[in-house]
């Protein structure tokens, strides 16, 4: 499939956010496109990212159209993130090209939804992001555990244990048999009985992974659960975290 017009032109204005002095930019390309419930966060999860990509020299490429993603363009990127994506956004051969790009060695990167309330049918995708979003209560306060304080997007946190207020996903498993996980949440800190919208689920898991990795043929993957306030992408330790994240995913932790 020929790359569109517009898409190029989109490629071409991205480069604007790389630095000229610095070294090689991380292309990366943010996908925020919803097929289901959308977060009002999403504009200043953008603007946060955009300023990230100023800061960490990446050139940054938004959109909503997935209908141009492809093995040629996503050629040209380092990572892929979905940014609160939800419900179906894929096509069949976009869904291949994906595939092939993360096992060649490109990086996926999920935020809040996108990741684990993406692409229910998705075998493949599936069992890479390693958890299906299951429900949570309403936004609250809770202590997330700092379980690899290591890694790109968590040694900025100065305690093994960080108080946190969000959305606190829970997942139809813990992932941490086939994960490494960065961040958990101690359950006790806040109130998994408050379901007032995903009857019948048990919020509960025990053991909750909140953000992990995983290495995927020669690609790697990243999912956190965490990101769904708007303020939150004005958070200087959140923004740190999701940087990590793409830092890694790109190769350049």
Known sequence: ????????????????????????????????????????????????????????????????????????????????????????????????????????????????????????????????????????PPVCKGTLIVEDPNHASTHHFKSDRVAWEDEFYSFDRSPREDVHVLLSIDESTYDTSNNPWFKGVDLKMGDHPMAWLKNVDKGRVFQTALGHTIEIYDDPAFRKHLAGAVMWAGGRD
């Open 1 to 136: 499939m020929k790359t569109p017009l517009l898409v190029l032109s989109l490629l071409m204005a991205s480069v604007c956010f790389a630095q000229d002095s610095a070294p090689e930019p991380l292309n990366v390309l943010a996908i925020s496109k919803t097929d289901g419930f959308r977060h009002e966060s999403i504009p200043n999860a953008i603007k946060a990212f955009s300023e990230m990509a100023r800061e960490s020299n990446w050139s940054i490429t938004f959109t909503e159209d997935t209908t141009f993603v492809d093995d040629q363009v996503l050629a040209r990127m380092d990572v892929l993130v979905l940014i609160m994506t939800t419900g179906d956004i894929f096509s069949l051969p976009q869904q291949q090209s994906i595939e092939r790009f993360v096992t060649a060695g490109g990086g996926l990167v999920g935020i809040h939804s996108g990741g684990t309330d993406t692409e229910y049918e998705w075998e493949w995708f599936r069992e890479v992001i390693g958890a299906r979003f299951t429900g949570h």
